[in-house]
């Protein structure tokens, strides 16, 4: 039986830029560090935010990601926030690469199928997109 996720593993191409942009863009922590023998794996380094923690694997010759949505996989990086406008302002004024911006999603644009947990989908949710070092896309959320 699951028990629980437990992180999220991302290739990067430059571990301490990543870092630094985690933890200084998204408040990660780092909380563990390995050089490794794993070949073509330079570095790895877990990071944790609340409940959250993600895994950077610093690989050797690293492309950025092309984001095809012909493309099955991973797709983005969510992250809830309280203060979506502040949040959204500091983000952005950082200098942080705006893949979309910010806009509101609700019943207008999102037909609900199947709701276990009682969504309020006429308030619906606000939410932008913006783009790590390595151009994965991270999404800011707010539910409204």
């Known amino acids: 039986m699951i028990k629980n ?3 999220l593993a991302i290739y990067v191409a430059e571990l301490e830029r990543s870092i630094a942009f985690y933890r200084d ?3 990660f922590e780092e909380t563990i ?3 490794t023998k794993i070949p073509g794996v330079k570095q790895i380094s877990f990071m944790k935010c609340g409940d959250a923690v993600i895994e950077l694997f610093e690989i050797e010759g690293a492309k ?3 984001d095809d949505p012909q493309m099955a996989g991973f797709k983005h990086l969510c ?5 979506f406008d502040k949040d959204y302002e500091r983000i952005a004024g950082m200098g942080v690469n705006v893949l979309e911006e910010p806009h ?3 019943s207008e644009n999102l037909i609900t199928k ?3 947990v009682g969504l309020d989908m006429e308030k619906g949710l606000k939410r932008a997109v913006f783009a790590d070092p390595d151009g994965l896309p991270i999404e800011l959320l ?3």
């Not at 992250?79 to 203060?83: F, K, N, P, R």
Request: zero cysteines; proline letters at 4%; a negative charge.
């Open 5 to 7: 996720v437990d992180h």
């Open 25 to 27: 863009v998204l408040g």
């Open 33 to 35: 560090r390995w050089e």
């Open 64 to 66: 950025p990601l092309v």
């Open 79 to 83: 992250i809830e926030v309280d203060d």
């Open 104 to 106: 509101v999603l609700n």
């Open 114 to 116: 199947l709701d276990t």
């Open 142 to 144: 707010y539910w409204l």
